[in-house]
């Protein structure tokens, strides 16, 4: 599907990741196209999928979540059912941001979490993660600074 991407479609995507809130005459004013057909094509790939929502960013900090970490999960079994059980318990915790299934690793998972304070990460740790069948490694890293921080694909 990328390959059918114009470079109309490009930008309008490349736009729409940094400003999800832009009406269609400024996004179509932005681009270089009449609002019909601009408004078309981004139908078009909210259609297609290629735009999957909208969304809000919060500020982390002004919401006193402070502390964020990558969280390696090592399991006992490398099961399906075993995977399946451990990403449905962990799609319901709001303090989990990504999970990702990796290679390379000792750990199984890669997880991306965000809590108050060590406090909230501790409780976290030993209420949930640790309590989860299979999860018999856990191991951290915190995250101190966060020089590059998007959600932007590279489109363009």
């Known amino acids: 599907m990328a390959e059918k991407l114009d470079r109309y479609d490009q930008m309008i995507l490349d736009i729409l990741q940094k400003n999800g809130r832009i009406s269609n005459q400024e996004l179509a004013e932005a681009i270089k196209l009449s609002p019909s057909p601009c408004l078309r094509r981004v139908r078009q790939m909210e ?3 290629l735009i999957d929502g909208y969304v809000a960013l919060l500020n982390a900090k002004k919401l006193g979540l402070s502390l964020m970490a990558f969280i390696g999960i090592s399991m ?13 318990t962990l799609a319901g915790y709001p303090e989990v941001l990504e999970c990702h299934l990796i290679t390379g690793q000792d750990a199984d998972y890669l997880l991306k979490v965000i809590v108050r304070d060590m406090d909230s990460y501790q409780q976290f740790l030993l209420n949930k993660l640790t309590r989860i069948e299979g999860v018999t490694g856990v191991h951290t890293s915190f995250v101190m600074k966060s020089p590059i921080n998007s959600t932007a694909l590279p489109v363009v």
Not at 76 to 88: A, N
């Open 76 to 88: 006992d079994r490398h099961t399906p059912e075993r995977f399946e059980k451990l990403e449905s």
């Open 47 to 49: 259609e297609d999928g």
